[in-house]
């Protein structure tokens, strides 16, 4: 969250607006999770 706090550092208490992006995927009946390991 070091990204975070340096925009704070920028644009004060204003809104940011975080971009993300996901994909379910479904194959023989199984279904592909992903974890994130920043956050887990």
Do not use: S, W
Request: proline share 2%.
């Amino acid at each position: 969250m070091d990204y975070i706090h340096e925009l704070r550092q920028y644009i004060g208490p204003r809104k940011i607006i975080l971009n993300c992006a996901g994909a379910l995927i479904i194959k023989d009946d199984k279904i592909l999770f992903q974890r994130r390991t920043v956050n887990g």
